[in-house]
């Protein structure tokens, strides 16, 4: 079993993985959606299972996830309130009518949300794999909806894991603002590892004091 102890300088890698993860979803947003989108980061989390759990709640959502396939390996998930993936999908297909279906989405509005969930994903796995120096593999991203304990379930279950890095953020748009989570299980000794092989000397040391929510809550 991997050491799970880090050097504590580099603790502030976690924060540049969000802030790199955050801005590629919106550079990628805005290059292959023309959203003219911005992400801002409201807190970034450790949370212990049982957390996460109460964190996401029971609600119907709209979640995309996708398994990586390389190391740090795990699943990333995407939840998104439903009012606003439909908005968000509408910036796309303006003008577009259509009857919905019995989840509130029209056929365009669902292959908009997926489009969306393809480049988010992409996008933000690209800053992990940026920041942590490695490549990222993951599979094909699904959407769903549905109470989060079904997302999670067709997610394959909650991963056995003891800790889950919980992104809270909103996507800023000229025609809507979204609140998005990002819950990123990785396998944690695997985390571990990449961020041990890290330089400390590198500029992730530049960010440790930028932020400090990691280790204030």
Do not use: C
Not at 101 to 110: P, T
Not at 155 to 173: K, N, Q, R, T
């Amino acid at each position: 079993m991997s050491e799970m102890k880090v050097d504590v300088r580099k603790l502030g890698v976690f924060n540049k993985i969000s802030k790199e993860g955050s801005r590629q979803v919106a550079d990628s947003l805005n290059q292959m959606a023309g959203l003219d989108a911005e992400i801002e980061v409201a807190k970034i989390n450790f949370l212990h299972m049982e957390d996460v759990k109460t964190h996401l709640g029971d609600d119907k959502q709209v979640g995309i996830f996708v398994e990586l396939t390389d190391s740090p390996n795990g699943y990333v998930l995407f939840v998104l309130d439903p009012e606003d993936s439909k908005q968000l999908a509408q910036s796309m297909i303006p003008g577009e009518g259509g009857g919905d279906d019995s989840s509130g989405f029209s056929d365009m509005e669902r292959s908009a949300i997926q489009e969306i969930g393809n480049i988010m994903t992409s996008g933000y796995i690209d800053g992990w794999a940026n920041v942590l120096d490695t490549t990222i593999g993951m599979g094909t991203p699904t959407f769903t909806y549905g109470p989060t304990s079904k997302i999670i379930e067709k997610m394959g279950g909650w991963p056995d894991e003891d800790l889950v890095f919980v992104l809270d953020s909103e996507i800023l748009a000229p025609t809507t603002d979204v609140d998005l989570t990002v819950y990123t299980f990785p396998q944690i000794h695997d985390l571990v590892d990449l961020v041990k092989r890290l330089d400390v000397d590198t500029d992730i040391k530049a960010d440790i004091f930028a932020d400090e929510s990691l280790t204030n809550n």
